[in-house]
């Protein structure tokens, strides 16, 4: 991803609408590059702002806060890879029982003569 790419990813990111792919490439490119980490601590400084003037609250831990968004961010990318490895494993076993159920059956015709 380059960091034209990553910069218009940044509003979507804070909006929470990156897909997963979106999501899994763009905090990769926010780990390796500091310019690009900046302009989203600035955006998400700045939105962050706004919403608390417009809801009264006061969170003067707004960099603590953006900590917190990336690190919820990669917790969700890890559970959907998990949730991908257990699909695809419930989907093998499950072709590799239908196979071995087919095979005894046939098994147990061929032993009483029906095939």
């Not at 500091?34 to 417009?54: A, K």
């Not at 494993?89 to 061929?110: D, F, K, N």
Request: with cysteine.
């Amino acid at each position: 991803m380059t960091c034209k790419e990553a910069e218009s990813l940044v509003m979507p990111y804070i909006k929470d609408e990156l897909t997963d792919e979106e999501l899994q490439e763009f905090l990769e490119h926010m780990e390796a590059c500091p310019d690009c980490r900046e302009e989203l601590e600035i955006y998400f400084t700045v939105d962050v702002g706004i919403r608390q003037l417009d809801s009264e609250t006061g969170n003067y831990n707004i960099k603590g806060a953006l900590e917190a968004a990336v690190e919820q961010s990669g917790q969700r990318l890890q559970a959907v890879r998990l949730i991908k490895i257990a699909r695809y494993a419930v989907s093998t076993l499950s072709v590799m029982a239908l196979i071995i159920t087919i095979l005894l059956q046939c098994r147990i015709w061929l032993q009483w003569g029906l095939l």
